[in-house]
């Protein structure tokens, strides 16, 4: 069953993988169509740009030639003599940063300054100005020759061929003839260069080998000397180190055996005293040790206790008393056994404690001849160490005089010879098409670059957005329920109603929200009826009989949606009891044009209920204004008085629905929510942030409020994110009317009396 679940686990995990993966991908196509405009101005900006940009560059041209580093150039001193610019196979020429070195030596401000000078570049406007044929500076320009230098290697380029030991090098010029003109003078300068310099290497290093060759000799003769003087000093006859190192090994492994099969003995012969100081002094028949029954001796006196102890015991047996005569001679002949086996023990004793002093005395010895070996042995070490030194350093000293010696005999022979491995292969030819700008290379990637313009900045503007807007949104970044999307309720956010309304099939509404009741049919009735059936199958068996509607922040709709939902709850004939709790901005009088004389705040007072509920106009609808504004607000919610209006409301209607301030302005909704069943919490598409609507829930969480879900208002579904559309079923006629009478003649339960019967 385990590989079962772990394969179970693992495509779970795959498939939230997939599930998340799917989800980004279709923020970022909602992003995408969200700002389609934006990214088409950029891309459109980018790629117009691009087209001035390449219309706008001047022509340039590229001249390039062929340089060839020969590595096997004429020996003719033979083929161990190496020449003045000799690379050799396998050492310089197998080594890619030669390669690299000549390219930079070509491009080097020493090569650049050399061609500067000799054409006169730093006084050429056009060549400082890169003007094409026929074209002459505005104003005599001059610029110094080393930027003049500078100028010319940002338009040169080396480049080498692939399987070969060719470099292409080329110069981008707008004139032509001046690019081929510029690039010929400059190999050739290269070429120069590096024979003259090679000559200037082979001259110096010759000169030093020589002073080099009389201090080597002078060392020589020094580490020959000291290595004698050593050799005599320590009566060194021979070099075979290695001989007497093994002798001293072998030595110190002879000895460490012995000793190792020694210190076994020591603890033998300690193992046989141990076990002989345990051997029992009052009864020498329980005598074990095999040490004692070894002896001859320890045998019969033991026999002849055992039988004086049998001879004692016989007559003891007879009913002879302790001191009867034959009883006591019995006595004394047990003792006198007992006293010569105990005497014989200590003999034996005294015998091995001697054999394991003799013993701990031998193992001391061989100790100390394997410290005595272990010490000439190190002193053997210094002794090679210091020898070997001295070797190796005249061994070094003669092997470096050898090599400087030859060296210097070469490199005097290698320094008559004039030999250039490097050679223009292909001279530079004039150009007769120009390089850039490259029209549909620059065209391609203005558009790719617009694409990905447009794309970044229509992302970045989703990301910037910190709102909730989709229901998406609601349970992946709250974590919460969604219980329903309410539209947008303006006039101009359905087209069907609008066209309806036109029509006169029925009349506009003063407040939009009773648009429950006055239009049943309309999208925004049917998506309160979601609501309500959410509400309703959420805990079919413990109904949410009160119910606290709230938002995170002011003016996100928790008043319309409060209203919405009471009125779709009437509508399905239940008693509903809309009370309003926001004693700070009250508007639920003003929707129901209830009285504003009487509400929460008298019943709290005076404790009269009944006379404050305002029965409105929708059936099983009733209503509790907010009453008189009072200065605390809060503290009015924390008294028994509000509870016990509470309890008393729940027993006489079905829903009791609370209309609260929003959650992170004021502490109301925080009290109110423990004393309702379930809270719904509130948030307008495009205007509620994650962050306040998270932090509405952390403080409804922290006083053990229950959050039965979220409901989203004011959703424009043509905005193009929602990549869904909501189609209603809708009846002609007046649904309105039907759905009031039928609630009018449905029976009322007889369990809750109304305040009015």
Known sequence: ?????????????????????????????????????????????????????????????????????????????????ESVVDMGSGSFWNNQEFYETQYNIIKSRRVALTVVTELGLQNDGAFLDNLPPGEQPAVNRTKTPELAAEELRKRLSVE??????????????????????????????????????????????????????????????????????????????????????????????????????????????????????????????????????????????????????????AQIASGKGKHHPEVAAAQSRVDAAKEAILKEIKNVKRAVNREAAKVARHAGGLKGMLEEAKKRAHEHNLKEIEYRRLRRAKDNTEKLYELVLERTKETDLAQMLRINNVSIVDHPLVPTAAISPRVPVNLSVGVLLGLLLGAAMAIGRGLMDRTLKLPEDIEHDLGQTLLGVLPKMNRQADKKEEKRRRRGRIQPSANLELVVHEDPTSSIAEAARAVRTNLMFMAPDTPYERLLVTSAGPSEGKTTVACCVAIAMAQAGQRVLLIDCDLRRPRVRRIFHAPSELGVTTVLLEDNLQEAVFESEIPNLSILPSGPVPPNPAELFHTDRF????????????????????????????????????????????????????????????????LAGVVLNSVDFSRSEYKYSYYYYQREGDYGAEATRAAAERPRPSNRPSLRD
């Open 160 to 313: 080498p061929i692939k399987d070969s030991r060719m470099a292409s090098v080329k110069l981008r010029d707008a004139n032509p003839e001046r690019a081929q003109r510029i690039l010929n003078v400059l190999l050739e300068t290269y070429v120069d260069q590096n024979l003259e310099e090679a000559m200037a290497s082979t001259s110096s290093a010759t000169d030093w080998l020589k002073s080099q060759l009389d201090a080597l000799k002078t060392d020589l003769e020094a580490s020959e000397l000291e290595l004698h003087q050593y050799k005599k000093e320590n009566d060194i006859m021979s070099v075979a180190f290695d001989d007497q190192s093994s002798m001293l090994a072998e030595e110190m492994s002879q000895i460490n055996a012995e000793l190792s099969r020694v210190r076994a003995a020591q603890l033998e012969a300690s193992a046989r005293s141990s076990v002989l100081n345990s051997a029992p002094s009052d009864d020498p028949t329980l005598i074990q040790a095999n040490e004692l029954l070894q002896s001859p001796l320890m045998v019969t006196l033991r026999s002849q206790y055992a039988e004086a102890v049998r001879e004692r015991d």
């Open 1 to 81: 069953m385990e590989p079962i679940e772990n394969t179970a686990l693992s495509d779970r995990t795959e498939a939230a993988d997939a599930n998340g993966r799917t989800t980004q991908d279709l923020l970022i196509w909602q992003m995408l169509r969200k700002y389609w405009g934006t990214a088409l101005i950029a891309t459109v900006v980018t790629i117009v740009a691009t087209v001035f940009f390449t219309l706008g560059q001047t022509k340039i041209y590229e001249a390039h030639a062929t340089v060839l580093f020969d590595p096997t150039p004429p020996r003719p001193l033979g083929s161990r003599v």
């Open 643 to 706: 509870k016990s209006l509470i309890e008393e409301a729940s027993r006489h209607y079905d829903r009791v629905i609370i209309d609260s301030p929003p959650v992170v302005a004021v502490t109301d909704p925080a009290i109110l929510s423990t004393l309702v069943d379930g809270t719904l919490l509130v948030v307008q598409a495009h205007q509620t942030r994650k962050d306040v609507a998270r932090h509405a829930l952390r403080s409804l969480q922290a006083v053990g409020g229950h």
